[in-house]
Structure formats: structure tokens, C-alpha cells
């Protein structure tokens, strides 16, 4: 979870596809807007700094398992709460309890506020009945890229039609997605932590070669390797 408070000057910033699902709240003035994001894609948005906001970023899975959300409900965009239908959307997206708790959150700083949501989720855990973690161990072990995610299936009794099929439904992707996100993930982390050459990242990252690293790297980072470590690490130096 994290939250953001008033810096002088809006910012640009770039979410990575993960898998993961953000559900963000901003304090306006008027009436708190709630909104719900997954993205599948590289977003790029310019985020309002003038304004309160608090958000949860839920891992792979933790949106399904914890609150029953089903990720290509709000994939690729911003799916905002309405307030005229606040008690259908709630209901339909199993969100039950989290206006009273927004409401309160006005009356807290942002480490309040933390907390106050975090008990909320807690208390929604609780309520959850017991499933399966057989999908988030293989969404765990296809992050560390250690073995195909149809092998990491067979091991625990998946098909891989069945497979695809939870997987999609849980996590809103596909198995070959999960792998590219995962890569993405750990290329981004070398290009930063190292000063290796970009052939070398790739081989570790599982490419093929340096031109298949910079072709699927800009495909969902929509920028080449090189452009990436150039800008993250000019950013570090001025900071």
C-alpha cells in the first residue's frame, strides 16, 4: 500500500504490467472517487499531486483470492466506483464496508489512513473461505522463471487447458503473459543493479538473444533497454 501527499508539481510515472491490481483512493474535495486498475500493459499517467490519495496494490491473484474481484473486469483501464450506483458496484465487485472506511479516512493522516485500510482487508480475509493455493504457487514460481508454467501445472495436477483457464480467470492473464511480466520484471532490476551488458541481461532473463530482449522489452515497456537505464539512472543522479 502507499499513499502520496501534496508535492508542488504533478508527475508522469510509468506502471508496469506485473499482474498485480491497484484499487486507489482519492481524497477530493467534493467526494472520494475509488477506482479500480489492471493492467496488462504499461501505463502511462500523469498523477494528480494535488489531491490526497491512498492505494493498495494487490499481487497476482490477491485481488481474486481476497476480495473475488475478476481482473478483465477492469483490465487495461481505470474503473471508477460510481457513486450513484455505490451499493450495486460494491456488492457486484464484493467491496461491502469500504465507504465507511473511506469516509473515515479524511479525518486521518496518511499513515492513519494505512492502517485503517489495512484493517479492512484484514477483516475481509477473515470473512473469505479457505481456496486453494495451487494458483498462486505457480504464479510465484513462474515469477522466478524457474520452470515452464505447463510443467509447474502438470506438478500440481493442472491440465494445461486448465491451467490457462484459472489462470485467466484468477489472474486475468495468460501463463506466456506471466513469463513475459516476470522477464520484464527481472530485466528491469539488472538494468539497474548492474552495469552488464544488455546481451548478457538477456541470456539471464531467458531471451533468445540481445534483438528479442529489446523487441519484447519495448513491446510492453514502450521504450528500448537502453533508453530505460539511461533515464532510471539520470533520475537517481538528479535526485
Known sequence: MGASGHPNEPRTEKFYPDAGASLSIKLSSSRPVITLCFNRRTLIETLDTTTPCLGIRFKAAGAHSLLGLLPEAFADTYHRVD????????????????????????????????????????????????????????????????????????TLGFTRR????????????????????????????????????????ALQCGYYDQAHFTHAFQSLAYETPAAYRKRKLSQIYKA
Open 83 to 154: 457513486n450513484e450506483l455505490e451499493e450495486l458496484s460494491l456488492q457486484k465487485l464484493r467491496l461491502q464496508g469500504l465507504m465507511p472506511v473511506v469516509e473515515r479516512l479524511y479525518q486521518l493522516d496518511s499513515q492513519q489512513g494505512l492502517r485503517l485500510l489495512e484493517t479492512w482487508l484484514l477483516d475481509r480475509l477473515k470473512s473469505q473461505l479457505p481456496t486453494t493455493s495451487r494458483i498462486t504457487t505457480i504464479v510465484q514460481a513462474i515469477g522466478e522463471l524457474q520452470l515452464p508454467p505447463q510443467q509447474l501445472g502438470t
Open 162 to 201: 486448465t491451467l490457462e483457464r484459472k489462470l485467466k480467470r484468477e489472474v486475468g492473464v495468460t501463463p506466456g503473459q506471466l513469463v513475459a511480466y516476470a522477464r520484464l520484471n527481472r530485466a528491469r532490476h539488472g538494468l539497474l543493479a548492474t552495469t552488464l551488458p544488455l546481451a548478457e541481461i
